[in-house]
């Protein structure tokens, strides 16, 4: 699906996705990303929702944004509870979606000038 959408002073955009492939600017990328409207991590160690470990939402966590959202592929799949509680024990928001739905938020709230993070596994 292609998207268009006022960016606001974002310098990352997500301009498509589709099954295997997320478009951010000009870039197709086939692994596992997290996206921020200022920062791009092209290689996120998780390739499968079932993969996610405390160690990888301490990278998200770091970088400090006020809300994450977790895109879990091709269907919602949620992580474990002591996972999400590990977020929202640092007062972070902690939203998990499909990929698609994680892709389309993440633009609306980075039009926003809002800190956001967006975790996303392939579709």
Request: net charge negative; with cysteine; hydrophobic share 45%.
């Amino acid at each position: 699906m292609r998207l268009s959408l006022d960016i606001g002073s974002a310098n990352y955009v997500i301009r498509a996705y589709g099954q295997g492939s997320i478009t951010v600017n000009e870039t197709p990328y086939i692994r596992s990303l997290i996206v921020m409207p200022e920062h791009l991590y092209a290689e996120w160690e998780p390739q499968k929702p079932q993969e996610l470990s405390n160690a990888h939402l301490e990278v998200l966590i770091d970088l400090q944004p006020e809300i994450i959202l977790l895109g879990t592929g091709a269907r919602l799949q949620f992580p474990e509870p002591g996972l999400m509680a590990q977020v929202l024990g640092k007062g972070i928001g902690f939203e998990v979606m499909d990929t698609g739905s994680a892709c389309r938020t993440y633009n609306i709230l980075s039009a926003e000038d809002r800190k956001v993070a967006a975790a996303l596994f392939m579709i």
